[in-house]
């Protein structure tokens, strides 16, 4: 199943700032609710654990992260996760602009058991992580 996810955010802080936080993967990582283990491989690689509270992933997720700069107020980051019997493939497109307003334009594809989630399930899983990975950035970053 492929879906399309937008959102926009502003965070109070200046463009610059904002865009440094969210392409330190160090930084951002500390922000992922239930990551249980995070490794760094390079600037723009992580892989890492994350039991989900959400009854249709059994067991811990393991994550991948890459991000891809692709200029000066804007990059990109493919995001996969794996667990027993099922995965999925994200690619995100971040864009800050001046104010500090975040765009991001998701394509999420899901695999295996996960396909067999409604849609609706997804978007309310996604919106669990956000709000919390959210305050947390504005918390570190507005300071």
């Known amino acids: 199943m492929q879906m399309e996810i ?3 955010y ?3 802080a200046g ?9 330190d993967l160090k930084q951002v990582t500390s922000c992922i609710p239930n990551l249980e283990s995070a490794e760094i491989a390079s600037p723009t690689k992580f892989r890492g654990k994350i039991k989900p ?20 107020d804007r ?12 995965s999925f ?17 998701a394509r999420v594809e899901t695999f295996g058991l996960l396909r067999t989630i ?17 305050q947390c950035i504005r918390e570190k970053v507005e300071k």
């Open 118 to 134: 409604p849609k609706s399930i997804i978007y309310k899983a996604v919106e669990d992580i956000e709000t919390p990975m959210l």
């Open 15 to 23: 463009a610059d700032r904002v865009l440094g936080f969210l392409t």
């Open 75 to 86: 990059f990109a980051a493919t995001v996969k996760g794996s667990s027993i019997g099922a």
């Open 10 to 12: 502003t965070i109070s």
């Open 6 to 8: 937008r959102k926009e």
């Open 89 to 105: 493939l994200a690619t995100l497109n971040i864009t800050v602009a001046e104010g500090a307003t975040v765009r991001i334009d």
């Open 53 to 72: 509270p959400f009854s249709f992933v059994k067991g811990r997720l393991t994550i991948e992260s890459e991000l891809v700069q692709s200029g000066k």
